[in-house]
């Protein structure tokens, strides 16, 4: 059964850095395309970040270039956002995803979720 499982998230100060993990199980990340989205309250999910090692497919959203890194340890099936320079909009739920490729840039698109993991910046 293919499974994803976030953590790392938490409450850290305008300008701090957390780094999300991301753990699969069921499959190989060998195979899969990875993405990292976040929902705010109200708001709809939206994209932050996708990479794809068997092309090597790589972006981020505009409102998280030069701030948010992806980054992937297939031996150990894991997959990191690093994420500095935090500001209180970057607040939301962030979720990995597995998929067969990063060009599938709305949500709903995507077939396997993890559960989500909270990121709040506030002072």
């Known amino acids: 059964q293919l499974q994803l499982v976030e953590s790392g998230g938490g409450l850290v100060q305008p300008g701090g850095s957390l780094r999300l993990s991301c753990v699969v199980s069921?499959?190989?990340?060998?195979?899969?395309?990875i993405g990292w989205f976040r929902q705010a309250p109200g708001k709809e999910r939206e994209r932050v970040s996708c990479d794809d090692s068997r092309d090597g497919f790589r972006n981020y959203a505009d409102s998280v270039k030069g701030r948010f890194t992806i980054s992937r340890d297939n031996a150990k099936n894991t997959v990191y956002l690093q994420m500095n320079s935090l500001k209180p909009e970057d607040t939301g739920v962030y979720y990995c995803a597995a998929d067969n490729t990063c060009r599938k840039y709305a949500y709903i698109l995507w077939n396997y979720w993890g559960q989500g993991t909270q990121v709040t910046v506030s002072s």
């Open positions: 069921g499959f190989s990340l060998d195979y899969y395309a």
